[in-house]
Nanobody
């Protein structure tokens, strides 16, 4: 059973930076693609960023492009989301997710971590 544990969230001021981490266990790390999603109060969960299992490709939502960077460290079984120039509208619970090679859907999800950006 694959487990994903997020860390690094918190309360910051607008314009600040945070780095979220997602530690994966219970599977072969390089067999998975990873994504970050977020859900603000009263809203649906939205895609934020994704990284291919080979780390050769990354994808971003338009709202975070140029400000957020997703990366992975296969030696540490960890995926990161570096968030710069944070805005109040980035406030949400952020979720890490993993999907098997070739899968269209995400098979595993973390418990989520709160990020709050004050104005």
């Amino acid at each position: 059973q694959v487990q994903l544990v997020e860390s690094g969230g918190g309360l910051v001021q607008a314009g600040s930076s945070l780095r979220l981490s997602c530690a994966a266990s219970g599977g072969t790390f390089t067999s998975f693609g990873f994504g970050w999603f977020r859900q603000a109060p009263g809203k649906d969960r939205d895609f934020v960023a994704a990284i291919h299992w080979t780390a050769g490709k990354t994808f971003y939502a338009d709202s975070v492009k140029g400000r957020f960077t997703i990366s992975r460290d296969n030696a540490k079984n960890t995926v990161y989301l570096q968030m710069n120039s944070l805005k109040p509208e980035d406030t949400a619970v952020y979720y890490c997710a993993a999907r098997h090679v070739g899968s269209r859907d995400y098979d595993y999800w973390g418990q989520g971590i709160q990020v709050t950006v004050s104005s």
